[in-house]
């Protein structure tokens, strides 16, 4: 059964929603290029981050209930343009069998959004538990990664960079093992069972984009949400995307 993607963030993004639903939203934001820049990948076709950024980040802003418009993919429009300038695409008016191009048809944007992901770190924690008594084992791993993203907020008539953000969160996983011996009629007979449980990347990175993307749009339209973000004065775990630097003022 299909459901809706959700993350930790999706209570919090639910809550700035709403904070900026009593704000007139006069800026229109498009989103550019927020691409992979870690380099690695598991060979040259399988990259081990997510090709996805760009559409995550759009996705972020809907939920907001900021006003988009499509920059990114126009590969549709422009082909119904050029075919509409060859006067190929018909029109319903008798009186002109095909469609006219208007000028000044298309909403500009005032801001774009752009970035990508900057950091991987693998095994940047890890513990190790072993346990043997008698016949039976048991041992435990922990480990820990780090992800980061870095976006841009860009005015999109003077190309100045208005706002820029860095955030990162700790991917965590764990494995467990237990092991018991035993001899059987002179015969060794070993017997195992492991566990393994790690957080997903490819989610992890969404909740990373969508932390970055809320620090964006509460400093264009300058609305504290703090108070979205914590849970009796605490920011949950599972929210754990933090930025890399000190917070700035904006001016």
Same mark, same amino acid.
């Given at each position: ?7 930790? +963030? ?7 929603r709403?904070?900026? $639903?009593?704000?007139? =939203? /006069?800026?229109? #934001?498009?989103?550019?290029? &927020? ?20 559409l +995550? ?6 939920? %907001? ?5 499509e920059?990114?993919?126009? /590969?549709? *429009?422009d082909? @119904?343009l050029?075919?509409?300038?060859? =006067? ?6 008798e009186?002109?069998?095909? =469609? ?5 048809v ?12 900057? @950091?991987?770190?693998?095994n ?6 072993? #346990?043997?008594?008698?016949? !039976?084992?048991?041992s ?7 992800? *980061?993203?870095? %976006? ?9 960079v ?8 700790q991917?965590f ?7 018991l ?7 060794g007979? !070993?017997? $195992? ?7 997903? &990347?490819?989610?992890? &990175?969404?909740?990373? #984009? ?7 749009? /509460? ?18 775990? *599972? ?11 904006k001016?």
């Amino acid at each position: 059964m299909a459901v809706d993607v959700e993350t930790p +963030m999706s209570g919090p993004m639910s809550c700035v929603r709403d904070k900026l $639903s009593g704000r007139q =939203k /006069s800026r229109t #934001l498009t989103v550019g290029k &927020i691409d992979d820049y870690t380099g690695f990948s598991q060979d040259t076709t399988r990259p081990v981050l997510t090709r996805g950024a760009t559409l +995550m980040v759009i996705s972020a802003l809907d939920k %907001l209930g900021v006003p988009l418009v499509e920059r990114y993919d126009t /590969s549709v *429009a422009d082909l @119904e343009l050029r075919y509409a300038n060859q =006067k190929l695409i018909g029109a319903e008016n008798e009186e002109q069998p095909y =469609k006219e191009i208007l000028a000044g048809v298309l909403d500009p944007s005032d801001y774009m959004i752009m970035g990508g992901i900057t @950091e991987l770190d693998f095994n940047i924690y890890s513990t190790a538990f072993d #346990l043997q008594v008698g016949r !039976g084992s048991r041992s435990d791993r922990l480990y820990a990664i780090s992800v *980061a993203v870095d %976006l841009r907020m860009v005015n999109t008539e003077t190309l100045r960079v208005v706002d820029t953000v860095s955030f990162k969160k700790q991917v965590f996983g764990r494995e467990n093992q237990n092991g018991l011996t035993l001899e059987l009629l002179d015969t060794g007979l !070993g017997v $195992s069972s492991r566990e393994r449980a790690q957080e997903p &990347i490819q989610t992890s &990175i969404r909740l990373v #984009l969508e932390r970055a993307v809320i620090e964006l749009i /509460s400093g264009l339209y300058r609305v504290d949400t703090g108070s979205c973000l914590t849970v009796n004065g605490t920011t949950p775990a *599972a929210t754990n995307a933090v930025p890399e630097n000190p917070p700035k003022s904006k001016t």
